[in-house]
Each structure stands twice: as structure tokens, then as C-alpha cells.
């Protein structure tokens, strides 16, 4: 059986591989997902797609451990800035945002 090739689409917002980016998967699943770094993070929930429902997942390092965050939301938007008012994640210093379109 011959296997075809597939792609996705990235979207580098400020041109850099290392800041907020965005990957477009269009096959079998059609989904966004948006990564940025926390320093960007009130720049990506400006973002279209945040207000809608999907998960989320805070990446960092806690206690000097290595530690993922992951959260479930009706709007990311909203969840990720009442995480950052109630001041309880502060260790995160990545978030990925993934929703469905």
C-alpha cells in the first residue's frame, strides 16, 4: 500500500520559529493549534480562535521539575487569564492552545 505525503501549515506571527506559531492541520482532523510563549500569551488570546472551546497545556519547570498543566475549557481566552489573575500557574513559561474549527 503507497502512503501519501501530508502537510501542515505553520504560521511563525512575528517570524521567528521560537515565538508564537500557529499549525494549521487540515487532514483528518480539521484544528488549530497555537503555541506561544508566556511573554506573548496576552498577544495570542487575541487571537480568533481562543474564544472558542478546546484544551490547553502550560508547560514549564515547578520545584525544578519539569511540568505540564493540562486544562479543558469552554473559552481558552477566559481560562488563561484567570489563570494568570489567580496567580496559582506561575510557573509556566509555554502554553499550547488546541482547537477544533
Known sequence: MKTSGRSIELFFHDGDPDGMTT????????????????????????????????????VGEKDGTETLYVGETDEIKARIKQHIAEGKKDWWDKAIFVTAN
Open 23 to 58: 499549525a494549521t492541520i487540515p487532514f483528518q482532523w480539521t484544528g488549530h493549534v497555537l503555541v506561544t510563549n508566556r511573554t506573548q500569551v496576552f498577544d495570542a488570546v487575541k487571537e480568533p480562535e481562543t474564544s472558542q472551546p478546546g484544551i490547553y497545556l502550560l
